[in-house]
């Protein structure tokens, strides 16, 4: 049985002969000798082991045939009309690029005829090109890294980064990936290093060689060794929108597959692909130990649902355990896991209870209601001054200070150290947070619930007294918004050991809770710590106005280090359009305007969402586009409708993504400004962190296009 080597190009087939594309590979994969597929070689090409195959009348596969390692290989090129698929198979040769061992396909004019150059981008006289500046030579890019040499040429008269990444978008893999890290500023060796590159010298066997410049890191950038039948539909029938789930930067693979002696961080910004490798991973360590048990775990239950999707979308055959601690990838939101926990402890709960409250409670798996801190607030009298007496300062001081350190009383809250904690606390002011503290759990214990703080360390408090750990390995992703609760329950829900806990984050995108250091509970990652700087997803101008949107902030990450910026896109699109509207009426009218002209030039409705900051503000924009005639749906836990316009607030929209994007934003309404002005100015600084947070957030769900629609 025939290997395929999907392409990058072959995976953007036109939707019309999908199916078609389908069964041709299909047969090739079972039988390359099959009356009906025609796989001819062709006359006065440019490389012998090129074929074409019938795919039916009109359409042509372009392909490589190799023999090597026993079996045949067919790399395949691309479909095209019959006769545009002969002269591309007669110019095409498949070739091992000498400087850096990865596989190169280049076009050979024929004789009477001559491949049209693309002309250097202009350059003004007295500016030195991009790479001029950068200090990159013609040298560097031939000689070291590997460029064909009118790239090379293009590059080094480039003006601009923007012309770069045109440049970069006009090849695929490897060369185009290349291209955007050296205009980026990246250094040749640090290029090398990253893809893997290195020189190469012939065995004698080309198909061989070929071959195995295709299993090299890089070369998965553009190419994809398909393991069966399954893969293959995945490939053909979702295109280059699902290219992700197969072609992986080198960088990314590394982490995907590497084995670390502790917990490991990977950080980058929207779109870099932490999630990609999240995925990756559970499957490498499913396929690595069939018996592992695997934890993939996430702040919410929406994100939870989009791993477990991503997961099945990737491959299918990898098992999604059904309960925590049995074999297989265990897939919930991190309070789910909790109460996964708590339900299996039995009566161990109640001394887990005991331990971290000094209470029971009697009804462990209830949850106490949202609103309960603001209810003690309202009803207890205190002499906190409205800074420190509120839900805000005492929900923060109880999750980070109390319940790590399991306090039962006042004498022990007096006495905890409090790192971290921008705000300091005299004894009577200690002692009159205590006092709210104590009607906290008063309330508490007359429902006998844990809210979802205290079930996550009450959860870890049990674990850590069995001797055997529910979990081999634990991935967690979206880790900026999680809990010092929730990172207790994670530790000991992994235990210590190598290959423990693989944590993705982005400081920038924390919208839930306050930041956290790992390091004050139990997650030591100094020294295991990476980051991806590349966006896939976000087109340049997209990056740009959304980074924009965290410029003047202080960013933290999860070792109290400065988070880093630095990312750049590897594509390249319109600028936003940014509308700036002085009423209601005319911001509707602006938000139907743009989604019926994206909906009229065949934009199909579910690659199109339009954000909004609450839910009153999401329901009337839903209003106004139905009343318009235009299909629509308010997105909360449900999944985007396959056949209306998903329109959600912007916390909702966490990890998603749309072609098109309406991002509506405006000023704080009375009610927020009014709660931002009772915080301590620690705590409103953070605040205002996070609402930065949010609209880079948003601003990056778009693809291609993006419009911020603003109300003055």
């Known amino acids: 049985m025939p290997t395929i080597i999907m392409g990058k190009l072959a995976s953007k087939i036109d939707g019309s002969i999908r199916g078609k594309a389908m069964a041709f590979l299909q047969k090739l994969s079972t039988d390359d000798t099959t009356p009906g597929l025609h796989v001819e070689p062709i006359n006065d090409c440019a490389d012998p082991r090129v074929r074409t195959g019938r795919v039916d009348e009109f359409w042509r596969a372009v392909m490589f045939r190799l023999d090597g390692d026993g079996e045949t290989h067919y790399v395949i090129h691309g479909i095209w009309p019959h006769d545009d698929a002969i002269a591309v198979a007669q ?25 049209p150059v693309t002309p250097p981008p202009a350059v003004a006289p007295t500016a030195k090109p991009l790479f001029v500046r950068l200090g990159h030579s013609r040298i560097d890019l031939v000689d070291t890294l590997g460029l064909p040499d009118d790239v090379a040429d293009q590059a080094m008269a480039a003006a601009d980064e923007d012309a770069v990444l045109d440049l970069a978008q006009r090849h695929e893999g490897w060369i185009g990936t290349i291209l955007v890290d050296l205009g980026a500023g990246d250094t040749v060796e640090a290029i090398v290093a990253r893809m893997q590159l290195e020189k190469t010298t012939s065995s004698g066997d080309a198909d061989a060689d070929v071959l195995q410049s295709l299993k090299r890191p890089a070369a998965a950038l553009q190419y994809a060794f398909i393991d069966d039948q399954d893969e293959l539909r995945r490939v053909i ?15 990314q693979r590394r982490y995907v597959d590497r084995s670390y002696n502790g917990p490991f961080r ?6 870099t692909g932490k999630t990609i490798v999240l995925i990756h991973r559970a499957r490498a360590l499913a396929r690595r130990k069939p018996d592992a048990r695997i934890v993939l775990t996430t702040f919410t239950t929406n994100l939870a649902e989009a791993l477990g999707d991503g997961l099945t979308h990737l491959d299918p055959r990898v098992p999604q355990a059904k309960a925590l601690g049995q074999p297989g990838v265990y897939v919930a939101g991190v309070d789910a896991l909790a109460a996964a926990v708590l339900r299996g402890a039995g009566s161990g709960v109640t001394d887990a209870i005991r331990e971290v409250l000094g209470e029971e409670r009697s009804a462990p798996l209830a949850r106490a209601g949202g609103t309960r801190w603001r209810e003690v607030v309202e009803s207890t009298g205190t002499t906190l001054p409205h800074e420190l007496a509120n839900e805000t300062f005492l929900s923060t001081e109880y999750a980070h200070i109390v319940l790590p350190n399991k306090i039962h009383d006042e004498a022990g809250y007096l006495r905890v150290r409090r790192p971290g904690r921008s705000v300091a606390l005299d004894r009577a002011k200690r002692s009159a947070v205590w006092a709210l503290i104590s009607a906290y759990r008063a309330q508490s214990r007359i429902d006998g619930s844990l809210d979802f703080t205290e079930a996550a360390v009450v959860a870890a408090a049990y674990l850590a007294k069995q001797t055997d750990r529910t979990a081999d390995h634990v991935l967690v992703d979206e880790g900026q918004d999680l809990s010092p609760t929730h990172w207790l329950l994670l530790r000991a829900l992994a235990g210590e050991h190598p290959d423990d806990l693989f944590i993705a984050e982005d400081s920038h995108q924390r919208i839930y809770g306050t930041r956290v250091i790992l390091g004050r509970y139990g997650v030591a990652i100094v020294g295991r710590s990476q980051r991806l700087t590349l966006n896939y997803r976000t087109t340049a101008q997209n990056l740009h106005y959304a980074m924009a949107t965290l410029e003047g902030g202080e960013y933290v990450d999860l070792e109290d280090e400065p988070e880093a910026t630095g990312y750049r896109s590897a594509r390249t699109g319109p600028a936003p359009i940014v ?15 743009h989604v019926r002209a994206w909906l009229d030039a065949g934009d199909a409705p579910d690659t199109i969402a339009v954000l909004v900051q609450d839910r009153f503000h999401r329901d009337r924009v839903v209003t106004a586009l139905t009343e318009n005639g235009i299909p629509a749906r308010a997105v909360d836990r449900d999944r985007p409708p396959a056949e209306r316009v998903p329109v959600m607030t912007m916390h909702r929209a966490k990890g998603t993504e749309f072609s098109k994007v309406v991002l509506v934003v405006g000023k704080p309404s009375p009610a927020e400004l009014a709660r931002l002005e009772s915080l301590n100015p620690a705590e409103r600084a953070d605040a205002e962190l996070r609402a930065r947070s949010l609209r880079y957030v948003a601003a990056t769900r778009a693809r291609d296009e993006l419009v911020v629609v603003s109300r003055s």
């Open 91 to 115: 110019r095409v040769r498949l070739k091992v690029n000498p400087i850096n061992g990865l596989p190169q396909i280049d076009e050979i004019a024929p004789p009477t005829m001559a491949l």
């Open 237 to 251: 029938e979702e295109g280059d929108f699902g290219a992700w789930r197969i072609f992986l930067h080198p960088e």
């Open 266 to 271: 990977l950080s980058g910004g929207a779109g």
């Open 579 to 593: 509308e700036s509207i002085d009423s209601l009426a005319g911001e509707l009218q602006a938000i139907v305007g």
